[in-house]
Nanobody
Framework: QVDLVESGGGLVQAGDSLRLSCSASGRTFSSTAMGWFRQAPGKEREFVAAIRWSGGGTYYVDSVKGRFTISGDNAKSTVYLQMNSLKPGDTAVYYC???????????????????WGQGTQVTVSS
């Protein structure tokens, strides 16, 4: 059993910042990458960002480029999402996930992720 646990969500105003954290617990597991997805009410869960452990490559959905930064520690199976200049459109439940695949395409597709956290709510008021 592998559990991913997110923390750091909350209610903020537009323009504020938040830092989400995600740590793995349970049995030892390996991953090639970890990522963040988000799901707003009535919408599909969408890719936000991912970090590939080998080489440290990072990838973002266009809507968060320049505002969000993903980082992490493979040895600790921990990933962070620094979110700056938050907008009301960023309001969603944010999920972290881990995958054993590593292609740029697969990193952006939820079905390629093997482990998921329970989600943390981020609400941005205008």
């Amino acid at each position: 059993q592998v559990d991913l646990v997110e923390s750091g969500g909350g209610l903020v105003q537009a323009g504020d910042s938040l830092r989400l954290s995600c740590s793995a617990s349970g049995r030892t597991f390996s991953s090639t990458a970890m990522g963040w997805f988000r799901q707003a009410p009535g919408k599909e869960r969408e890719f936000v960002a991912a970090i590939r452990w080998s080489g440290g490559g990072t990838y973002y959905v266009d809507s968060v480029k320049g505002r969000f930064t993903i980082s992490g520690d493979n040895a600790k199976s921990t990933v962070y999402l620094q979110m700056n200049s938050l907008k009301p459109g960023d309001t969603a439940v944010y999920y972290c996930a881990a995958t054993k695949v590593g292609s740029l395409y697969s990193l952006q597709v939820r079905r390629y992720y093997d482990y998921w956290g329970q989600g943390t709510q981020v609400t941005v008021s205008s």
